[in-house]
T-cell receptor
């Protein structure tokens, strides 16, 4: 059984650019959630995808968008990067949306915006 | 008002001590309560999960939910240096949106 993987590990971008982060869910999991974790803070929920459809969204602007593929892997896209977007981006997969006891996190992608 | 509040610490205890970590939440409709542990430069890992009120024990860890007070706790008995990490509480209504506390940094001194 493979765990949740994310790529890339680190990324440096400049303000105004666009970025795509990728996540492979744990085998058998059909739900993927994305979080932003600023330094010294807890993860902030961005959105969740369930069976390729957005299933919940936190308080993030539309320039944060996502996608889930038929194999349940997922992408997070951020347009028009701002300095405040610098953070650790975490992906988590769950067996089902309702199975809150099965949410497993990946190691994260650290994004730095200069 | 934030959905969940957590004392950020930091907390420093000697090895073998009992550790108490706490969170309060704002809405009594929350039903699922979790504790995650996060080591430096790693993703959070699920430590304890509780549905509704009550206690749940797993080895040295006990999670407690008091819905009347909107208060959740994690107790660590016989704390070990390997327990040094940041502990995050998390809550959700139905599993499609999670709210995390800011995390409490714990150091267990040998």
């Amino acid at each position: 059984e493979t765990g949740v993987t994310q790529s890339p590990t680190h990324l440096i971008k400049t303000r105004g650019q666009q970025v795509t982060l990728r996540c492979s869910s744990q085998s058998g999991h059909n739900t993927v959630s994305w979080y932003q974790q600023a330094l010294g803070q807890g993860p902030q929920f961005i959105f969740q995808y369930y069976r390729e459809e957005e299933n919940g969204r936190g308080n993030f602007p539309p320039r944060f968008s996502g996608l889930q593929f038929p194999n349940y892997s997922s992408e997070l896209n951020v347009n028009a990067l701002e300095l405040d977007d610098s953070a650790l981006y975490l992906c988590a997969s769950s067996l089902e949306t309702s199975r809150t006891d099965t949410q497993y996190f990946g190691p994260g992608t650290r994004l730095t915006v200069l | 008002q934030k959905e969940v509040e957590q004392d950020p610490g930091p907390l420093s205890v000697p090895e073998g001590a009992i550790v108490s970590l706490n969170c309060t939440y704002s809405n009594s409709a929350f039903q699922y309560f979790m504790w995650y542990r996060q080591y430096s430069r790693k993703g959070p890992e699920l430590l304890m999960y509780t549905y509704s009120s009550g206690n749940k024990e797993d080895g040295r860890f006990t999670a407690q939910v008091d819905k009347s007070s909107k208060y959740i706790s994690l107790f660590i008995r016989d704390s070990q240096p390997s327990d040094s990490a940041t502990y995050l509480c998390a809550i959700t209504y139905t599993g499609n949106q999670f709210y995390f506390g800011t995390g409490t940094s714990l150091t267990v001194i040998p």
